[in-house]
Nanobody, 126 residues
Framework: QVELVESGGGSVQPGGSLRLSCVAS????????MGWFRQAPGKEREGVSY????????FYADSVKGRFTISRDNSKNMINLRMNSLKPEDTAVYYC???????????????????WGQGIQVTVSS
């Protein structure tokens, strides 16, 4: 059974940090580029960050550059998203997603992803 499971979400005050993890089962992440997406209340889901299969290239939405760091550990079949200096506008449900290496479309094109996690809530509030 193919599955992506996120963990590490929760509530934090502005300026705080969280680390999200996403573990895959039923397939190997070695053959997939990975993305993090989020959906805030009343808004469309948007791309947050992306990492290629070997971790050699990473991409970030302008809104999180310099604050978020994406990484992966293929030996553990997982990716992470370190989120620092969190702001109230970072409040959202965060999703990890996997897409095949051969897909060369823009990383934020959600339709290009093959597998999605169920999402995890991140709330930034004082």
């Amino acid at each position: 059974q193919v599955e992506l499971v996120e963990s590490g979400g929760g509530s934090v005050q502005p300026g705080g940090s969280l680390r999200l993890s996403c573990v895959a089962s039923g397939f190997s992440l070695n053959y997939y580029n990975m993305g993090w997406f989020r959906q805030a209340p009343g808004k469309e889901r948007e791309g947050v960050s992306y990492i290629t299969s070997t971790g050699g290239s990473t991409f970030y939405a302008d809104s999180v550059k310099g604050r978020f760091t994406i990484s992966r550990d293929n030996s553990k079949n997982m990716i992470n998203l370190r989120m620092n200096s969190l702001k109230p506008e970072d409040t959202a449900v965060y999703y990890c997603a996997a897409r095949a290496i051969k897909d060369g479309s823009k990383w934020s094109h959600q339709i290009s992803y093959d597998y999605w996690g169920q999402g995890i809530q991140v709330t930034v509030s004082s």
